[in-house]
């Protein structure tokens, strides 16, 4: 199944995130193994929520600047923005169960 995650940068981030839907990004890096078990559950999330949410990614390490002004010290980092707005942060790998909760809580 193909994936709906978009890669975002410094360059179009602030433009991402202002949707009128959520925004679920997801800081990464490619060295980072929970970062890299959560990648497939972010890819169903993308079909999942087409049209209702936007799933994208930030890898930290092409765009260090967005890692420092969000305070990202340690990922994977998951962040829900509303309209520009950080509504939501989790923290680590965790289940698909539990980022549907919190994408639930932005609809």
Known sequence: ??????????ENFDKVI????????????????????????LDELSNEY??????????????PELASRFGIQSIPNLKIFKKGVEVGNIVGAVPKATLKAALDKQL
Do not use: Q, T, Y
């Open 18 to 41: 202002a949707s009128s839907v959520p925004v679920l990004v997801d800081f990464w890096a490619e060295w980072c193994g929970p970062c890299r078990m959560i990648g497939p559950i």
């Open 50 to 63: 087409e049209g209702k949410a936007i799933i994208a990614k930030v890898n930290v390490e092409d765009s």
């Open 1 to 10: 199944m193909p994936s709906n995650v978009i890669h975002i940068n410094d």
